[in-house]
């Protein structure tokens, strides 16, 4: 079956405590985006990668990280986490940037406290 | 920069009664359009796209939505709600030439009986 699997589906972790949020897609897609989900804002894009070791910000990197080591493999990297990076994260696959559309997984609940 | 509104935070409609969910975009030239469906506890889904051609685009699950240049538009409609479309719903945008999927803030759709 086609589809991006993150883990963990729910986290809990607490300030300054590093984290790694994992991303697979089985599609050999190209083009893959790290998403935060908040009430209100909708969802803004963190990271993007349009190939493998071709990485670049979106609306709101500041405080993440990413790799593309792999091409079906982009974790999500908090370095340092934030009560304000409390959200619900989503990764994405495309064929090809955003013209396809996307494939989105389940999503991450990260509580920092 | 573009942008994406969906005025309507919430909407609350009775189950076999007609469906208009609204979305603006602010940009110069056509963009590429889109309306994912996010289910409780779920990832995003793809209900329908635009790139070009016919204005009225059909998707999934009986929806469909229509461009309208004019006015910037690209509602989404669906002649009879059934309770399952219970879910918030999210009008998307990319510029051409763009690597970014730009998200509207969603409206939340309450069915009643």
């Known amino acids: 079956e086609a589809q991006v699997t993150q883990n963990p589906r729910y986290l809990i972790t607490v300030t300054g405590k590093k984290l790694t949020v994992t991303c697979s897609q089985n599609?050999?897609?190209?083009?893959m985006s790290w998403y935060r989900q908040d009430p209100g804002l909708g969802l803004r894009q963190i990271y993007y990668?349009?190939?493998?070791?071709?990485?670049d910000k979106g609306d709101v990197p500041e405080g993440y990280k990413v790799s593309r080591k792999e091409k079906r493999n982009f974790p999500l990297i908090l370095e340092s986490p934030s009560p304000n990076q409390t959200s619900l994260y989503f990764c994405?696959?495309?064929?090809?940037?955003?013209?396809?559309?996307?494939?989105f997984g389940s999503g991450t609940r990260l509580t920092v406290v | 920069a573009q942008s994406v509104t969906q005025p309507d935070i919430h909407i609350t409609v009775s189950e076999g009664a007609s469906l208009e969910l609204r979305c603006n975009y602010s940009y110069g030239a056509t963009p590429y359009l889109f309306w994912y469906v996010q289910s409780p506890g779920q990832g995003l889904q793809l209900l329908l796209k635009?790139?070009?051609?016919?204005?009225l685009v059909q998707g999934i699950k009986g929806f469909e939505a229509e461009f309208k240049r004019s006015q910037s538009s690209f509602n989404l409609r669906k002649p009879s709600v059934h309770w399952s479309d219970a879910a918030e719903y999210f009008c998307?945008?990319?510029?051409?030439?763009?690597?970014?999927?730009?998200f509207g803030t969603g409206t939340r759709l309450t069915v009643i009986p």
């Open positions: 599609m050999n897609h190209e083009y």
């Open positions: 990668s349009m190939n493998v070791e071709v990485t």
């Open positions: 998307a945008v990319v510029q051409t030439g763009a690597n970014n999927l730009f």
């Open positions: 994405a696959s495309s064929l090809s940037a955003g013209y396809y559309g996307y494939t």
């Open positions: 635009y790139f070009s051609g016919d204005t």
